[in-house]
């Protein structure tokens, strides 16, 4: 790992710890909250280890989607993958949040893993396309889902050239076009399908993480209410509205 594993039990020893890890950093920096530490850093679709196809999966879903949707979606590149990203359907993308805040909120809000420890995690991202041999116009620059670069990672060229493609994930921005993107200022790492965790690649030197101990969940989600950051700033969405009222 980048840094020892620090614990966190209030935003304030976060913020005690940002300080102290990043001072040095200039770069960017991502973060995701898992609720029980034992999770690794792995993609839904990666989590099923061969029990689905990916293809079947993502025309099952065009099947249902296609006669809902508001607007015509690209056949042939990842807004199949950010759609049913959104909808709980297993891809390959795993969310990221530019904010650490936003990252703890993950780890405390379910109630129902109160009593587990969990853990904030922070990744470099250049860092993470370095070791992927991810190789772009600058070192510092992470790309975008629309740029050619990233047509290897595409699901129908990953059919095409079966078991030659890229091995490793990598990270990649993308245009936020609904208010949860935007909300929550995502960013995402997409893996190729194979068994590869974030965490367990290489020398690790491109991600830390911050453990968030059982007993401080919940003082450190009140904190966080006090800085409005809550179920319907995360997701404002008129399903959410309700939850966020008996937070």
Known sequence: MKFPTKKVKSVESLLKNLREHLKELN???????????????????????????ERDLINNFKKHATLILEKNINPNGFEWLFLMQHY????????????????????????????????????LPTKLNQ??????????????????????????????????????PIAAIATRNNRRMQAQLSVFT?????????????DQQHVWKYEVPSESKKNIF??????????????PELDRIWSSLQE
């Open 27 to 53: 770069e960017p920096v991502w973060f995701r909250g898992h609720a029980d530490k034992a999770w690794s850093l792995e993609s839904s679709f990666d989590r099923l280890h061969g029990t689905k196809n």
């Open 222 to 235: 009140q904190e966080l209410k006090y800085l409005a950051i809550n179920e319907f700033s995360l997701f």
């Open 88 to 123: 709980g359907v297993p891809t390959r993308l795993l969310d990221w949040t530019e904010s650490p805040l936003f990252g703890l909120y993950f780890v405390v809000s379910d109630p129902n893993f109160h009593d587990k420890d969990g853990i904030l995690w922070a990744l």
């Open 190 to 202: 997409i893996s190729s399908g194979k068994d590869h965790p974030i965490d367990q690649i290489s």
């Open 131 to 168: 070791t992927a041999n991810y190789n772009y116009s600058h070192p510092s620059v992470i790309p975008s889902f629309d740029d050619e670069d990233l047509e290897h990672y595409l699901p129908q060229k990953l059919l095409q050239i079966s078991g030659r493609g890229p091995d490793l």
